[in-house]
């Protein structure tokens, strides 16, 4: 879906800004009904809308997402690392998402195996975490295999029959007449679901379905050096698979919070020190902030405001190669705002005293202004 045809989400799901999480979920499920492609057969802008519907679900049932989007919109999304469902094998698997199986209507749907559906997850930690690398407990929803029935829909004990809809191949076959003649449209059978089989007594448990949507908890190890934005795939703990597939895979997305101390470029951490202004031409010593603990700098004599001092290694570890990060420490010479009269009058006994090379920079105006910007 085009950037500049997106449309607000909210519009998308006919719900408003406050909105519960149930009143969400339910107009989504209404709606997708709805708009499916299969039960539009006749419309070619069925599937667009179903993907569009789909993401604005995806954006508004996850509460870290709905927060940024109505913050900044789009954009915020964007910045943010999210991307729109895209990676979908069919709209079947689309709509098994965020249902746990295929599509209600037909179409898309084999009798052979059918991997999992993704999902999705959250999970937030401090800078420090992040560079030391921590384990999180994270909470989703996952369709897993009714372990009541095994898996096959029928209470224990029972049969399970040849679906008498299809004739347990699976598909029914519409014929539709058309200004070019007659044309077989080939569906997965609404009875069976594309199994062929259909249980004598549906389990109680999963009213047939042979899986169920439960709340699962997992500790995910989240290595030293991520950073915020970024996912870790944990494969075979999405939805369970269909007729044997395998499961999906979850997702965590990692969001590493704001530390105070600390800017975070890349690998790096840059942080500021304030040095009263007689420090930093007598030259001193000051303690700086860095993830390992309070560390003494040396601030040389002469030392120029926003002059960059780096602390090598004392940044963020490299997520897969390469070396640790450094800091940079910029300084921030203080100028006292408020001065008694016995202060003035020693300054300006001071400032008479400088001749005009106390002053004087071999750095060029150039040279002064990329420093401010901040290279290095």
Do not use: W
């Amino acid at each position: 879906m085009a950037e500049a045809a997106k449309r607000d989400y909210y519009e998308v799901l006919g719900v408003t800004r406050s909105s519960g999480d149930a009143e969400i979920k339910k107009a989504f499920r209404g709606l997708a009904r709805q708009v499916h492609p299969d039960a539009n057969p006749d419309d070619p802008a069925a599937e667009e809308r179903f993907k569009e519907l789909a993401e604005a679900y995806e954006v508004l049932s996850d509460a870290e997402r709905r927060q940024l989007y109505d913050q900044y919109g789009h954009e915020g999304l964007r910045g943010g690392g999210y991307s729109p469902p895209s990676d979908f094998g069919s709209l079947s698997d689309l709509f098994g998402a965020f249902f746990g199986g295929g599509s209600p209507f037909g179409g898309g749907r084999s009798n052979g195996p059918a991997q999992g559906a993704d999902v999705g997850a959250t999970v937030a930690i401090d800078l420090a975490d992040a560079a030391s690398g921590v384990r999180r407990e994270v909470a989703f929803e996952a369709v897993e295999r009714c372990e009541h029935c095994h898996g096959n829909g029928a209470v224990p004990g029972t049969p399970i029959t040849t679906c008498d809809t299809c004739g347990g191949t699976g598909q029914v076959q519409q014929v539709m007449r058309s200004a070019l003649g007659q044309m077989v449209r080939a569906s997965v059978c609404s009875t069976c679901g594309g199994d062929g089989k259909v249980p004598e007594t549906p389990c109680g448990v999963c009213r047939g379905a042979g899986h169920v949507a439960s709340e699962r908890r997992l500790e995910v190890d989240i290595p030293a050096g991520i950073a915020d934005g970024q996912r870790i795939r944990v494969t075979g703990r999405g939805h369970a698979g269909e007729r044997g597939g395998p499961a999906g895979d979850l997702f965590v997305l990692v969001r590493v919070r704001e530390d105070e101390r600390f800017l975070r470029d890349g690998d790096d951490l840059v942080t500021v020190v304030d040095v009263p202004a007689p420090r930093a031409a007598l030259g001193t010593t000051v303690s700086v902030p860095t993830l390992a603990g309070d560390r003494d700098l040396d601030i040389p004599a002469g030392t120029q405001p926003g002059e960059i001092k780096i602390i090598r290694g004392a940044g963020m570890p490299p997520l897969r190669r390469g070396r640790t990060g450094d800091l940079r420490v910029v300084v921030n010479v203080a100028i006292p705002r408020k001065l008694n009269k016995e202060q003035r009058r020693l300054l300006e006994q001071l400032a008479d005293s400088f001749g005009d090379d106390a002053f004087a920079s071999d750095e060029s105006m150039l040279g002064k202004l990329r420093r401010a910007l901040g290279a290095h």
